[in-house]
């Protein structure tokens, strides 16, 4: 899609960052908290949240000119639609990604350095600044595997499959959609320490606990589980190198029985790396986060399953977003 270009979209595009940075600002402070269920006057938040006057009165004006609140009579509240996402009680609180976004603000501002080579990406982001914020990482992840899991998981089609293997499957929300689906199903969910004691919290007291088996481990150095008849990769590949997805495919290959199948959700990128848009943009956001993640094309992606071993590799479901899915078979 060609692009028209003019002053005024180039100063637009120039000032988007001012809206989600006011945004931020507000979810750092906590501020939406203060006013989720009654009126205050700028005053009466600043006194709480502890923030200079000016600038807490500055800040909730223009919350309420972007929608964010509501203001009346010198008092403001938040959005009655917004409650939902930031009310910690709501069973649909987004404020893990959206804490999530706020984080990369950090590592986004460092764009300039890494492209120019000054500044050298050497860990995983969310590995590397302490257990809370691997906590909202993996908060983040289940905010957005909520709203998808179901229709992915109809769209893998678990079928007869016995053993499901979930690779880096955070706090479970994935894995509970495939034993929702299938009633045969048992699953492993295979993650770094800390996070298995986040999904052993979420998953004890739901009645799939015990169809559950709960490992913990780093696929970059362990071996996976073996036995299974369908291992599941779920936004994992971008965070590798194409080197690196091959050594964890040839170990879901080793996981995996005769005729078992991997599957992967991700962005699938166009020969020319460019489509969809999302993918590409979050190829940026892998650069500033990762020592070698990128977004893939399907010729990638099948090359190095194809050298792991693996055969029948096809896109069973061709998105635009991350929730593109390729099926391969041992």
């Not at 291992?231 to 971008?238: D, E, P, R, T």
Request: charged letters at 25%; a negative charge.
């Amino acid at each position: 899609m060609k692009k028209e270009w003019n002053i005024e979209n180039l100063m637009k595009l120039g000032w988007q960052f001012c809206d989600s940075r006011i945004f931020f600002t507000a979810l750092e402070l906590r501020l939406f908290d203060t006013i989720l269920n009654e009126w205050k006057s700028a005053e009466e938040i600043a006194e709480t949240l502890g923030t200079n006057l000016r600038g807490t009165t500055i800040l909730l004006n223009a919350l309420a000119a972007l929608g964010f609140l509501n203001k009346d009579n010198g008092k403001y509240r938040i959005n009655e639609q917004l409650v939902k996402f930031i009310d910690p009680k709501s069973p649909n609180c987004a404020r893990g990604i959206l804490e999530h976004m706020v984080h990369l603000w950090e590592s986004w501002n460092n764009l300039t350095p890494v492209v120019k080579g000054d500044l050298k990406i050497e860990e995983i982001s969310v590995l590397s600044k302490g257990e809370d914020r691997l906590t909202t990482f993996i908060q983040a992840m289940d905010v957005v595997a909520r709203s998808r899991a179901d229709s992915i998981v109809k769209a893998v089609n678990p079928g007869e499959a016995k053993k499901l293997l979930d690779v880096g499957g955070a706090s479970g929300t994935y894995a509970v959609a495939f034993l929702k689906a299938s009633s045969n199903l048992q699953a492993t969910l295979f993650d770094l320490p800390d996070v298995i004691e986040i999904a052993r919290e979420k998953l004890q007291d739901t009645e799939f606990w015990p169809r559950i088996n709960l490992v913990a481990g780093d696929f970059y150095k362990d071996p996976l589980p073996e036995g299974h008849d369908l291992v599941f990769l779920s936004a994992i590949i971008h965070q590798n190198s194409l080197e690196q997805n091959e050594e964890v495919f040839k170990k879901a290959y080793d996981a995996l029985i005769p005729g078992g199948r991997v599957v992967i959700r991700d962005y699938v990128m166009n020969e020319t790396k460019t489509a969809p848009p999302g993918g590409a943009i979050f190829a940026v956001n892998m650069l500033v986060n990762t020592p070698g993640g990128n977004t893939y094309s399907f010729s990638e992606i099948k090359n190095a399953l194809e050298r792991s071993g693996f055969k029948k590799i096809r896109m069973i479901q061709e998105r635009d977003d991350m929730d593109s899915l390729v099926e391969a078979y041992k």
